[in-house]
């Protein structure tokens, strides 16, 4: 089973870019499609972005389409999340997760029944206005 820890949060001004890494334990990191999702205080927790298996497949929220960009490197166990034009609306704890199937990523957050394998402790990201 793999582990997942994320790092890169910290402050930065409006309209900053930031990249997070998730780095993965195990062998099996490229048997897992990949994910990123946040929480902001009194919300509950959104999707941001997916990514499959190989990498050649991504899917974002609108609230971040064409402003973040999600992307993984099986050699380094590692997936990224490039955040540019940073809101404050984006403050949130970022939070990796892992699951075998790219779906279950993207509709998690909305379908009770769904639920991942594997999460993060999560990585806060301060967008300053």
């Known amino acids: 089973q793999v582990q997942l820890v994320e790092s890169g949060g910290g402050l930065v001004q409006a309209g900053g870019s930031l990249r997070l890494s998730c780095a993965a334990s195990?062998?099996?990191?490229?048997?897992?499609?990949m994910g990123w999702f946040r929480q902001a205080p009194g919300k509950e927790r959104e999707f941001v972005a997916a990514?499959?298996?190989?990498?050649?497949?991504?899917y974002y929220a609108d609230s971040v389409k064409g402003r973040f960009t999600i992307s993984r490197d099986n050699t380094k166990n590692t997936v990224y999340l490039q955040m540019n034009s940073l809101k404050p609306e984006d403050t949130a704890v970022y939070y990796c997760?892992?699951?075998?199937?790219?779906?279950?990523?993207?509709?998690?957050?909305?379908?009770?029944?769904?639920?991942?394998?594997?999460w993060g402790q999560g990585t806060l990201v301060t967008v300053s206005s």
């Open positions: 990514i499959n298996r190989g990498g050649g497949s991504q």
């Open positions: 195990g062998r099996t990191f490229s048997n897992y499609a």
């Open positions: 997760g892992a699951d075998p199937t790219f779906h279950t990523l993207v509709v998690v957050t909305t379908e009770k029944d769904k639920y991942l394998e594997v």
